[in-house]
């Protein structure tokens, strides 16, 4: 039997288990248009995808925090309207990867900055839900809780009152956000390279990856 170094896994969702590039981009050209802001290249998208939205409206769009808050429920207006999962799809062996953890006894949770509502619709999408003892993402406004930091504490507090053992944590992710929550928590980041960043974000992180493989020799021996 497989097992893990690691006493339990966090999972960061979009860029790291799940590609939602299509349908984020499509919802942002009309978001954007909708309030009168150039729609993103799928090249800028690395800017949007990983913090939470509301800031980025703000910073990759210039919105004030009243007009930001608008344009979120705007856009996850248009979200809903398309089930959450539309154009959505997991990384090759990634799924695969989380059931075998599963297997192996290993608790594991989600902790996204994505509205917890999407990240549920998401994990029932791709039949995931059995190898996740808690799914966790941010709050509906994505400001009560948000950030990086915060949702780790909440996705640690979840597995342990399911009785995981949460004495050796880790957190797998594709943002500096992710790096830097972690870090936050003392909790060590796998620095996956196959969602949406720059290279330099996983400079600060335990370890570095660059396929499902590479992952998998760190979370299974």
């Given at each position: 039997?497989?097992?893990?170094?690691?006493?339990?896994?966090?999972?960061?969702?979009?860029?790291?288990?799940?590609?939602?590039?299509?349908?984020?981009?499509?919802?942002?050209?009309?978001?954007?248009?909708?309030?009168?802001?150039?729609?993103?290249?799928?090249?800028?998208?690395?800017?949007?995808?990983?913090?939470?939205?509301?800031?980025?409206?703000?910073?990759?769009?210039?919105?004030?925090?009243?007009?930001?808050?608008?344009?979120?429920?705007?856009?996850?207006?248009?979200?809903?309207?398309?089930?959450?999962?539309?154009?959505?799809?997991?990384?090759?062996?990634?799924?695969?990867?989380?059931?075998?953890?599963?297997?192996?006894?290993?608790?594991?949770?989600?902790?996204?900055?994505?509205?917890?509502?999407?990240?549920?619709?998401?994990?029932?999408?791709?039949?995931?839900?059995?190898?996740?003892?808690?799914?966790?993402?941010?709050?509906?406004?994505?400001?009560?809780?948000?950030?990086?930091?915060?949702?780790?504490?909440?996705?640690?507090?979840?597995?342990?009152?399911?009785?995981?053992?949460?004495?050796?944590?880790?957190?797998?992710?594709?943002?500096?956000?992710?790096?830097?929550?972690?870090?936050?928590?003392?909790?060590?980041?796998?620095?996956?390279?196959?969602?949406?960043?720059?290279?330099?974000?996983?400079?600060?992180?335990?370890?570095?990856?660059?396929?499902?493989?590479?992952l998998r020799a760190l979370l299974l021996t």
């Amino acid at each position: 039997m497989p097992r893990s170094p690691f006493s339990c896994v966090l999972w960061d969702v979009d860029g790291t288990i799940v590609d939602a590039s299509v349908g984020i981009l499509r919802r942002l050209d009309v978001a954007l248009t909708h309030f009168g802001r150039p729609a993103p290249t799928r090249e800028e998208l690395v800017h949007w995808i990983g913090p939470p939205m509301f800031q980025s409206f703000q910073d990759q769009a210039g919105m004030t925090p009243e007009q930001s808050s608008e344009a979120v429920a705007f856009y996850r207006t248009l979200g809903k309207a398309d089930g959450y999962t539309t154009d959505a799809a997991t990384y090759p062996g990634v799924a695969e990867l989380i059931h075998e953890l599963h297997a192996a006894g290993v608790p594991q949770a989600t902790a996204s900055s994505k509205p917890e509502l999407q990240v549920d619709a998401l994990v029932d999408h791709f039949g995931l839900r059995p190898a996740f003892l808690a799914t966790v993402g941010s709050t509906p406004d994505e400001v009560t809780l948000a950030s990086k930091a915060d949702i780790v504490v909440e996705a640690l507090r979840r597995l342990a009152e399911r009785g995981a053992d949460v004495s050796s944590p880790v957190l797998i992710g594709d943002r500096h956000h992710d790096v830097s929550g972690g870090a936050a928590n003392d909790v060590p980041v796998i620095f996956v390279e196959w969602g949406f960043s720059e290279p330099h974000e996983g400079d600060d992180a335990a370890f570095r990856v660059a396929t499902v493989d590479e992952l998998r020799a760190l979370l299974l021996t």
